[in-house]
């Protein structure tokens, strides 16, 4: 009967330990930010360059980037629309939600009744080296992924390129030679800004991963309980059992 208790007492003390030991568990980093102004660039690169070679386009006014990683003191690598680049700090705020269109959807424009040159690059320079191909009048239905300020092509015609992919290849098209563009509304979602990172526990009671972990750890201990008590219960019962005669045995007994 003591080496019983001993074992129940020991088994507590483990669990009691490992109820103490329960992983940590943290506040969730934001996974996405929203853009603060309509000058946010995209880069390349997370340089402080401001070239026109490291910039892949500006990301719309009150739309999203998902964070892939605080690349480092100035920049965040990022995703947006389909392309993957670096984005400064200074010009997010990070958010709590998830948001349902983090990025301008559908939408797309026409290439109008002159063919044009896609190139690598929003200017018309080094055209020998500059230009992927050339795309057909009439062509429809290019995705807009983004625009950026670069040369002007034809005269009086602006410096604004629309980002796109075309036979798998990014690359830029002119405005000037496009067409019917939808309009890009603002996103309206409903978003909290995050204001700092929580490095406290979480009350274990209120998150499942805790809860289950501490079920797990208790049913060797309810286990040991069982076959602890379980089995005296059963041999009192059949010691009654044996020592319990018939009457009519007792009675012979008695009378002998």
Known sequence: MIKKILVAFFSLILISASLFNLPTVYAKSPDYAQIKNSSTYIYKSAELNESISNKLCLVENSYFVKILNNFNDVFYKVEYNGITGYVKKENINLINETPINPYPNNIYFNIN????????????????????????????????????????????????????????????????????????????????????????????????????????????????????????????????????????????????
């Open 113 to 256: 009744n002159t063919s044009c040159y896609f190139r690598s690059s929003p200017k018309i320079k080094d055209t020998i080296n500059n230009t992927i191909c050339t795309i057909s009048a009439g062509t429809k239905g290019l995705r807009y992924i983004g625009k950026i300020i670069g040369e002007e092509a034809i005269d009086f015609n602006g410096t604004i390129w629309y980002l796109t992919e075309f036979n798998g290849v990014l690359g830029y098209v002119y405005s000037a030679y496009t067409n019917s563009l939808n309009t890009i509304f603002e996103n309206t979602e409903q978003i909290s800004l995050f204001t700092g990172f929580d490095y406290s526990k979480v009350n274990p009671l209120t998150n499942t991963t805790c809860i289950f972990v501490i079920l797990i750890t208790l049913i060797p201990f309810l286990f040991i309980l069982f076959l602890i008590y379980l089995p005296r219960k059963k041999l009192s019962k059949a010691n009654i059992k044996h020592n319990t005669k018939p009457e009519s045995v007792d009675y012979y007994e008695e009378n002998l």
